[in-house]
């Protein structure tokens, strides 16, 4: 029996120590924590022609950025994405311009988890310019042309006085297009003061904004003038009625001008193009070119100076223009009947010179400084 009571006491021994050294065992199990990175703060958006520059903070730990975006609010993780954006801002380009586009970024760790997204921002990418102002004048009136901006709905114009044209001058707004011209727009403003230049801008407008603002066109207004436009710093217009040439001289001298000088063949050309078909009628009209002093020696008379003084080798009979094309119709100036003045013709020959008598009556080309 003595036997039996130390076997039942080894036994009972043994499992308490086999207890106490599985309590001794340690638990091996880790705990991995995954921090969020946060959202990229100050994003902005600047739009320009045809793209939209983001910027915004860099957020600590971040390997790269999404930009998510639409050109609709609302964006989220689901919207379009820009992937692998290795710095703190990007240029989105190859936009359509006169849209408006939507934008967030969020951050993206170096294991590819991705942050929480930022705030929206929008920028609008503006119209094009509108090419090819021009405003011509004539009693109290200016009308203003220039081309089709696509996408517009419609337009404002700025204006004033003095040049330097800019969106803080008074505007002319809602514009309407011209559904009659798939090419062109235009606006007549009306009753301006004669013996004034007017200045002008044009912008296309639609739901992102006003686009941006064109070339300045201008146009000097008075009762004896009409169609005045400026091509190369220098006003042009037309007298108001025809005269002779006399008369047409001290017509354009009342508004500060003389009859225009023909220096370059592009200027000759310009001023064929804008008069000889004027108001849909071809015309002969005066320029500043005489030969009444000494007959076939011919000079520009600016209304300072007349005579041999003046003359310019390069106006006379057989002169060419460095191309080599001819100055004079064929066969002119011919001194028929004793035509001492000098014309641009818009009928026949088009765009040469002619000699016509001075008491002819025609409209005169107006040049201003």
């Not at 009659?180 to 007017?198: E, F, K």
């Not at 003038?225 to 007298?239: K, P």
Request: charged share 15%; aromatic share 10%; hydrophobic share 30%.
């Amino acid at each position: 029996m003595k036997n039996i009571y130390i076997i039942l006491i080894l036994i009972f021994s043994f499992t308490i120590i086999s207890c106490a050294k599985k309590d001794e065992s340690t638990d091996t199990t880790t705990t991995t924590t995954t921090t969020t990175l946060s959202a990229p703060s100050g994003l902005t958006a600047t739009g320009t022609a045809g793209q939209v520059s983001l910027d915004w903070s860099a957020v600590t730990s971040a390997g790269s950025y999404t930009v998510y975006w639409d050109n609709a609010t609302g964006i989220s993780s689901s919207s379009t994405a820009i992937t692998s954006v290795s710095t703190d801002n990007y240029t989105h380009s190859s936009l359509d311009n006169g849209s408006i586009y939507y934008y967030k970024v969020a951050a993206v760790a170096t294991d590819n988890t991705t942050g929480s997204l930022s705030s929206e921002v929008n920028a609008a990418t503006p119209l094009p310019a509108a090419n090819n102002l021009s405003a011509s004048g004539a009693n109290n009136t200016i009308t203003l042309t220039w081309n089709t901006v696509s996408g517009a709905t419609s337009y404002t114009l700025y204006w004033d006085n003095v040049s330097g044209i800019d969106n803080s001058d008074t505007a002319i707004t809602s514009i309407n297009i011209n559904t009659d011209n798939t090419t062109h727009d235009n606006y007549t403003h009306s009753n301006m003061d004669n013996g004034s230049t007017y200045y002008y801008k044009v912008a296309a407008v639609n739901s992102s904004g006003t686009g941006t603002l064109s070339s300045v066109a201008s146009a000097l207004l008075s009762a004896n003038i009409q169609g005045s436009e400026t091509n190369e710093g220098h006003t042009y217009a037309l007298t108001s009625d025809t005269l002779s040439w006399d008369a047409a001289a001290t017509a354009a001298a009342a508004v500060g001008g003389y009859l225009a000088t023909l220096n370059t063949k592009a200027e000759n050309t310009w001023l064929y193009d804008k008069f000889g078909h004027y108001g849909g009628t071809a015309r002969d009209l005066w320029i500043g070119s005489k030969d009444n002093v000494t007959e076939g020696s011919w000079y520009w008379y600016n209304g300072t100076t007349s005579g041999d003084d003046n003359v310019s080798d390069n106006i006379s009979s057989g002169a060419k223009w460095p191309d080599g094309t001819a100055k004079w119709a064929s066969g002119e100036p011919n001194n028929a009947s004793g035509e001492d003045c000098g014309t641009i013709r818009g009928s026949q020959n088009k765009s040469t010179w002619n000699d016509f008598g001075c008491e002819r009556e025609l409209y005169g080309i107006i040049e201003i400084d």
